[in-house]
């Protein structure tokens, strides 16, 4: 019964990576993901799920899978992209 509690919680919080992401799409904001074979993609996130990216670059859709993601970076500081806790 412990686990079932445990796994409960654990996919009722939100990841770091997801709300990131959201963020992300939600403000439109420009970002460069940085692919692991050495490219860069300068784009705008338009949707996303468990394993991949729909992104816009220069107008056209592109569909990024999340391994082949080193990272994604974004023009400027995201001052907080975590909700406000409710109390």
Not at 12 to 21: G, H, K, P, Y
Request: aromatic share 6%.
């Amino acid at each position: 019964m412990a686990q079932a509690t445990e796994s409960l919680s654990a996919s009722a919080s939100s990841n770091v990576q997801d709300v990131f992401l959201n963020h992300v799409r939600r403000e439109q904001l420009a970002v460069t993901i940085h692919l692991m074979d050495g490219r860069q993609l300068g784009a705008r996130i338009k949707n996303c799920d468990r394993f991949a990216l729909v992104v816009d670059v220069d107008g056209c859709d592109h569909m990024v899978f999340k391994h082949a993601i080193g990272s994604i970076a974004t023009a400027t500081s995201v001052a907080n992209y975590f909700p406000s806790p409710r109390l």
